[in-house]
């Protein structure tokens, strides 16, 4: 499967159109366009970079597809890893659909994960006894 093909269902399975990925990444549509019916060739990494905050997936996944990383076992090996999201919210500068998270809005997406997991723990410790 090529570039163009796995953008197309990344935006497709994503639910957006061509317009909503451009309005979402900065990238005009006519490029996006060409991007997908493979009149273009492989963008560089900045026009991935723009394109990962638009589809809302990671940047290094795009990279790899793109043919710019070979993934290595060792890399996999630290995907794995867990990250603690908490520290993750507060330590760093987020964007989400283009807006930088201010540090109250940050707060607010962390209650919002803490009153989340909170029910989730009542419910399975509910069903264990």
């Known amino acids: 499967m090529y570039f163009y093909d796995k953008l197309k269902d990344m935006r497709k399975l994503k639910g957006f159109t061509?317009?909503?990925?451009?309005?979402?990444?900065?990238?005009?549509?006519?490029?996006?366009?060409?991007l997908e019916n493979g009149n273009r060739g492989i963008p560089s990494p900045e026009v991935l970079m723009k394109l990962s905050e638009g589809l809302n997936t990671s940047y290094s996944e795009l990279m790899d597809i793109a043919g710019y990383l070979e993934s290595s076992p060792s890399e996999q090996q630290y995907q794995s890893n867990p990250v603690n999201l908490r520290r993750f919210l507060r330590e760093n500068e987020l964007m989400f659909d283009g807006f930088v998270l201010t540090a109250e809005d940050k707060e607010w997406v962390e209650r919002m994960l803490t009153v989340?997991?909170?029910?989730?723990?009542?419910?399975?410790?509910?069903?264990?006894q």
């Open 18 to 34: 061509i317009r909503e990925l451009a309005d979402r990444s900065g990238v005009s549509a006519a490029y996006i366009s060409q």
């Open 116 to 128: 989340l997991f909170w029910k989730d723990r009542q419910t399975n410790t509910s069903d264990g």
